[in-house]
Every structure is written in C-alpha cells, then in structure tokens.
Antibody, heavy 123, light 108 residues
Framework: EVQLVESGGGLVQPGGSLRLSCAAS????????MSWVRQAPGKGLEWVAN????????YYVDSVKGRFTISRDNAKNSLYLQMNSLRAEDTAVYYC????????????????WGQGTLVTVSS | DIQMTQSPSSVSASVGDRVTITCRAS??????LAWYQQKPGKAPKLLIY???SLQSGVPSRFSGSGSGTDFTLTISSLQPEDFATYYC??????????FGQGTRLEIK
C-alpha cells in the first residue's frame, strides 16, 4: 500500500525556517517525481515545488523561489522541503504528493497524497 | 501562467441528481487536465486524469470530458459520499502546475 507521511510542521515566527519531511513507503520511491502542494486555511490548492527521480531537476512556484528548497534522499525513501524566510502567507497545510511518472516520464498529476502537515507563520 | 476557472463556485444538489462542473483554461491545454475530490480535513483524491481517464478505483458515475480550453466533470447520480469540494488542475505547462479555485458540492 502506498503511504506518504508528512512531518515537521508547526508554529514559526515570520522570517524563520522550518524543514518538512515526507516518508514514503509501498512503492519504489526512486522511480517517481514528487511534489509539495499547499493549501492555505479555507483556500484552494497551490503547487509549490517538484523534483525529478534523481534530484537533478527541481522547479518552484514563483512565490517561493529563493526561499524554499525541495530535496530527496532515495536511500531513505524521503522527500524534504526546507523553508526559509517564512511569511504569513506561507501559512498552509503542506501535502507531499506523488506523480504517476508513467514509464519514467513526469505526468504532472498527483495520484497519491499524504495527510498533510500544518505550517503556521505568526508572531 | 495558465489560469483555471471553475464554475459554479458552489452548487446544491440532491442524492440521485446529475451534476456537472465546468473548468475553463486561460489558454489551450489539449487534454492535460485532472479532477480531484477533497473532503473536509482530508487530502485531495485523484478522480480523472488526461481529461477523461478514470483513475483506478473511482466509481464509474464520475466522468470527464473536454479538450483545449473547456472541460467538464459529471457525476451521473449523486451519492451521499460525493458531497465534497472538487478541483480541476492543468498539467500542460510543465513544470508550472495550476489548480482551479474549487467547486463546493453541497446537499440540497
């Protein structure tokens, strides 16, 4: 069974940092593109970043470029999101999501999601 | 960036009704569109990908259609468990993925 379990969320002051983790199981993690998607309280979904199977390609939504870094450790079946210079508008539930990655090619859909971890940026 | 606009923003319907939700892209995206269902406090669930392909395990009462800029999600006969918020998502402009604002489906 595919499972994605996020951790690392919490309350942080504006300008602070936080590192999110996503533990994957039930599939060959190293074969899939992975993404982070966030949802502000009461709002819609926003794609944040994604990363290729070997970590050689990484992409970000403009609002987090230069502040967030996506990474992965295939030996540990884990995905990460390092968030620096956090702002109030970064407050959201952050989901780890798997791209179906059919025949090794990114599809840009999300077939499995974690339960999410809440990040609150407030003084 | 490609903008995705859903309509209506909310809809009320009864069990057994047929419901259609539309999604319009600000530019052509071929068939690179997905639909998700989200229930309160839960992660989104993939229903439809490639505009009309049903994800494994999703009931056949869900169907998708469209290409280019205009798309629809249809639920043929609403069940109690279908009351949720639905999002469309374009997958054409790699790597910039964007979602619609959501359509809340409520019980009448």
């Amino acid at each position: 069974e595919v499972q994605l379990v996020e951790s690392g969320g919490g309350l942080v002051q504006p300008g602070g940092s936080l590192r999110l983790s996503c533990a994957a199981s039930g599939f060959t993690f190293s074969s899939y593109w992975m993404s982070w998607v966030r949802q502000a309280p009461g709002k819609g979904l926003e794609w944040v970043a994604n990363i290729k199977q070997d970590g050689s390609e990484k992409y970000y939504v403009d609002s987090v470029k230069g502040r967030f870094t996506i990474s992965r450790d295939n030996a540990k079946n884990s995905l990460y999101l390092q968030m620096n210079s956090l702002r109030a508008e970064d407050t959201a539930v952050y989901y780890c999501a798997r791209d179906p990655t059919i025949f090794g090619v990114v599809s840009n859909y999300f077939d499995y999601w974690g339960q999410g971890t809440l990040v609150t940026v407030s003084s | 960036d490609i903008q995705m606009t859903q309509s209506p923003s909310s809809v009320s319907a009864s069990v057994g009704d047929r419901v259609t939700i539309t999604c319009r892209a600000s530019q052509g995206i071929s068939s690179w569109l997905a639909w998700y269902q989200q229930k309160p406090g839960k992660a989104p669930k993939l229903l439809i990908y490639a505009a009309s392909s049903l994800q494994s395990g999703v009931p056949s009462r869900f169907s998708g259609s469209g290409s280019g800029t205009d798309f629809t999600l249809t639920i043929s006969s609403l069940q109690p468990e279908d009351f949720a918020t639905y999002y469309c998502q374009q997958a054409n402009s790699f790597p910039l993925i964007t979602f619609g604002q959501g359509t809340r489906l409520e019980i009448k």
